[in-house]
């Protein structure tokens, strides 16, 4: 089976966040189309997990495309579209929008953001060892809120709905997977 070919290209729009791009495209069996894909830089999502106490470390804040607050874990991309490694930029990310150190950042998978319309992926690590400092959030940050809570609460909030994020709820899986040895 053959795969989607593209044969041109053109930048719609930049932000120091994204680039927006349309592809001219022509599929398996000849006809041709255009492709809008959202293309931003590998993210990095940290558990901040406490294992004495079975307790994660969350971040809120405003989600503005959703028009209000949300919980998930720690979770973001370098400045200004670069691309750091992923085990650095996990340790970026924690610090930055809990103020936690950790002795050991375990990468868990992988996660692909949007597949049908962003070429973003995405790295999971589990932080543990795990000692507080002050956050350094960035201005889009200032609103942020972080807190700590038990599993069972966590596992409340995603079947109440108070987590939705898709990546959190993904990377919980995969840390669930790791602890019951299904984990590559």
Known sequence: MGTIR?????????NNWLTLRED???RPDGSTGIHAVVD???????IPHDTDQDRFHLVEQFRYPLGMRRW???QGTAPEQQ????VALAHRELREETGLRADSMERLGQLDLAPGMSSQRGWVFLATGLSEGSHEREP??????SAW????????MIRAGEITDAQSIAALALLLLRESGIHR
């Open 6 to 14: 593209q044969t041109a290209t053109r930048e719609v729009y930049r």
């Open 24 to 26: 001219d495209i022509v």
């Open 40 to 46: 931003k830089p590998t993210y990095a999502l940290v």
């Open 72 to 74: 998930e874990f720690p």
């Open 83 to 86: 691309h750091l490694d992923p």
């Open 140 to 145: 889009e940050e200032q609103d942020m809120h």
């Open 149 to 156: 809570f038990a599993r069972a609460e966590v596992e409340r």
